[in-house]
């Protein structure tokens, strides 16, 4: 399959700059006919059955835009990607020599002791040659120790970084949005669920619920669930190659628990549906599935899942999620579980009603048909 069979055509006035209220935003459903397609988020809960369970991802963003200065006094943007395990650490092998951790045996998501190393995207790169200090105002310094290829840089902090992240890093809003982060970007960009630091970009499907929303659901008797999944900067990597399963997905960490499991198991005994809140929990439930031969069990792991149309789920039936950009994985993944053509029809829709595309934008509501 073409990368470009997944391209649409945008207004750039349709992605939004700024969030709207929580439970204020429009929801596409999908598999309505005329008007009923056109609904609010605030409606969801009459468009789940009682005995639905909505898994969400609790993953909580870190302020990991941070910026420093050369001993030159240049200024340099530095964007913490994800802390290096410590058996991974120059202290313990050089960093040639590491390994990406396995499917399925990665360490714990909670580092009970904060790593000094980490994998950083450097802007200008050019400026950031191994051995160069960088220091940050009024908090710690980084020597930079290595480029990779993938254009990420090692870095060595000289004392943990995570004490003085809430004071001296920001927002990391992704690309598409064209404004510095603001005070109340901290409080929007983070889902009222947001439990475990370790993402750099919000799984945008969940900034849409308030806690009189998710009360609502409850009142129904819809179930909720959370799992991890630490979303990392792959998920704005483009892909570029022409034929899109020769694209390679960045490794994100997932984590589900014991009482994740057993809700879905049970829901799933009882003859509902499993609802997921944004496709990061598509592909936390979906390379849990693959790990244990369909069923969902307690275990954690690093993937690199490509999901895309002919992709066999095991796992959901229902997705809660964004606009997602042209030619992106995100979109794949959508049109796996639905079908290529009738989401890009969606899309081509949503554009003529003038719906708001992106992190900060309306939803989708997308159940199983042909991918």
């Known amino acids: 399959m ?11 006035e349709l992605i939004a700059q700024r969030a709207l209220p929580r439970g204020q935003s429009r929801l596409l459903v999908l598999d309505a006919e005329g008007e009923d397609r056109h609904r609010l988020i605030a409606d969801l809960p009459q468009l789940l059955q009682p005995g639905d369970l909505l898994v969400v991802n609790d993953t909580r963003v870190i302020p990991a835009r941070l910026f420093a200065h050369r001993p030159t006094g240049g200024k340099v943007e530095i964007l913490l990607v994800e802390p290096v395990p410590r058996e991974s650490s120059s202290s313990e092998r050089s960093a040639e020599g590491s390994e990406p951790a396995p499917e399925g045996d990665a360490p714990s998501l909670e580092r009970e002791v904060p790593s000094l190393e980490w994998e950083v995207l450097v802007k ?12 940050l105002p009024d908090g710690p310094s980084l020597e930079i120790l290595s480029k990779g290829d993938d254009g990420r840089h090692r870095a060595r902090f000289d004392q943990p970084i995570e004490p003085h992240l809430e004071r001296l890093g920001h927002v990391p809003l992704p690309p598409y949005i064209k404004r510095p982060d603001e005070a109340s970007d ?16 919000a799984p945008t499907a ?3 619920f308030s806690d009189e929303l998710l009360q609502q659901l409850e009142d129904r008797g819809i179930r909720r669930t959370t799992v991890t999944l630490h979303v990392g900067i792959g998920t704005f990597k483009p892909v570029t190659a022409e ?3 020769e694209h390679v997905m960045d490794r994100e ?6 009482e994740a499991a057993e809700a ?13 809140v944004g496709t990061t929990v598509v592909r936390t439930l979906e390379s849990a599935a693959r790990a244990s031969g369909g069923e969902i069990l307690p275990g954690s792991g690093n993937t690199d899942l490509f999901i895309r149309p002919g992709f066999p789920f095991q796992a959901v039936d229902l997705l809660l999620t964004n606009f997602h950009l042209p030619r992106s994985t995100l979109l794949m993944l959508v049109s796996a579980l639905a079908g290529r053509e009738r989401v890009l029809d969606a899309y081509r829709e949503a554009v003529e009603r003038r719906y708001r595309f992106y992190s900060y934008g309306d939803a989708m509501l997308v159940g199983r048909g042909e991918g």
């Open 2 to 12: 073409l990368t470009r069979d997944f391209d649409f055509e945008l207004p750039e």
């Open 124 to 135: 200008p790169g050019r400026k950031a040659r191994p051995g160069t200090i960088l220091q």
């Open 186 to 201: 901290h409080e929007r960009y983070q889902t009222v669920f947001a439990r475990h630091p370790g993402a750099i970009a």
């Open 206 to 208: 969940g900034l849409h």
């Open 243 to 245: 034929l899109a399963h």
């Open 253 to 258: 960490r997932w984590r589900v628990s014991e």
């Open 264 to 276: 879905i198991r049970s829901t799933r005994a009882a003859g509902g549906r499993i609802v997921a």
